[in-house]
């Protein structure tokens, strides 16, 4: 069994700084790429970053500057560090997370149930 849980999501204002959390846990033998989307109400879900294994990092071009991805592979958490926030930046922030599942035979895709992000004006 493999979970992976989102948090750190809350409200704030407008110029204001979140950090996410994204941990995988259970039976996994190794972590793959990571990546960070969002989605807001009536809107199509976004790539918002991107980290491989070894840490090479992406992101989309509305948040460069102001968001920065990491990871800790011993602890198997992924992070979204957040400054900058802006009103659009609102909605629903999942994780993605590539995982080899002890007893599979190849690399699956994960997502937790996502953390709500509000960025008031």
């Known amino acids: 069994q493999v979970q992976v849980v989102e948090s750190g999501g809350g409200l704030v204002q407008a110029g204001g700084s979140l950090r996410l959390s994204c941990v995988a846990s259970?039976?996994?033998?190794?972590?793959?790429?990571i990546t960070w989307y969002r989605q807001a109400a009536e809107k199509e879900r976004e790539l918002v970053a991107f980290i491989s294994r070894g840490g090479t990092t992406n992101y989309a071009d509305f948040v460069k500057g102001r968001f920065t991805i990491s990871r800790d592979n011993v602890e198997r958490t992924a992070f979204l560090q957040m400054h900058s926030l802006k009103p659009e930046d609102t909605g629903v922030y999942h994780c993605n997370v590539r995982i080899l599942a002890i007893g599979t035979g190849g690399f699956s895709d994960y997502r937790g149930p996502g953390t709500q992000v509000t960025v008031s004006s």
């Open positions: 259970g039976r996994i033998t190794t972590i793959g790429d």
